[in-house]
């Protein structure tokens, strides 16, 4: 197999670059704000498959979804309640995914059957950039193999993935290497889903309501 392309997400040629081969269909690691991330289209079904292909990912595990604004969540999303936009106004860009109502319309390949959509926008230049390019959210899920810690680093990225992608954006700034924290905002409470860079109180302060969290996802997995 073919070894990645690997660019610096400081030069805008790069970024477009990466922006064409994952509209062709490819994947790549991108830098996030908390891990680097593995990206692919959410239109494009076999980039979506291989990202499961190439972090051995369990078939029925749903994966998060990167957007450049608020504004694309009309792409994936049935509505937004206004306790999610306080979230928004808060919280996006930054380490916070929502889970929110899907539409009919979104991928199988992202909702894997279920109603819902997980989605945020990352506090990232190079990836910000790169999703204002692309026009189309990207698959966000964590650069590495399952059950691995996520990748820091892009170095650490290709050490677990290595050929099983395309390319790799590296940006200069590091990740903080937290993953993001997981609320669930559709129907009655807010749910936290996973506690990762975000506190409850975080949450608890914007919101000024009760929140309810899930006991067996109450630190920053391994992976998102």
């Not at 049935?78 to 999610?84: F, N, Q």
């Not at 409850?200 to 997995?221: C, D, F, K, N, P």
């Amino acid at each position: 197999m073919t070894e990645p392309l690997i660019v610096s997400g400081e030069r805008p040629e790069n970024i477009l670059a990466v922006a064409r081969l994952l509209r062709e269909g490819g994947i790549a690691v991108i830098p996030t704000d908390t891990v680097y991330g593995l990206a692919g289209v959410v239109f494009e079904p076999a980039a979506v498959d291989r990202i499961y292909a190439a972090k051995r990912r369990q078939p029925e595990a749903r994966v998060p979804v990167l957007i450049a604004t608020a504004a694309d969540l009309s792409m994936l999303v049935k509505e937004v309640p206004a306790i999610a936009w306080a979230l928004i106004d808060a919280f996006w860009p930054g380490p916070l995914t929502l889970v929110l109502p899907a539409k009919k319309t979104a991928p199988y390949a992202i909702t894997r059957g279920g109603g819902t959509v997980a989605v945020r926008v990352p506090a990232n230049r190079a990836c910000l950039q790169l999703l204002q390019v692309l026009g189309q959210p990207v698959v966000g899920t964590s650069a590495n193999l399952s059950g691995e810690p996520p990748a820091t680093t892009a170095a650490g990225a290709v050490e677990q993935l290595g050929a099983a992608v395309d390319a790799v954006l590296v940006d200069d700034t590091p990740p903080a290497g937290l993953a993001s924290t997981v609320v669930e905002v559709s129907e009655g409470a807010p749910i936290i889903h996973r506690i990762g860079a975000l506190s409850v109180e975080h949450i608890r302060q914007v919101l000024g309501v009760a929140i309810a969290v899930r006991e067996h996802l109450t630190t920053a997995s391994k992976e998102r």
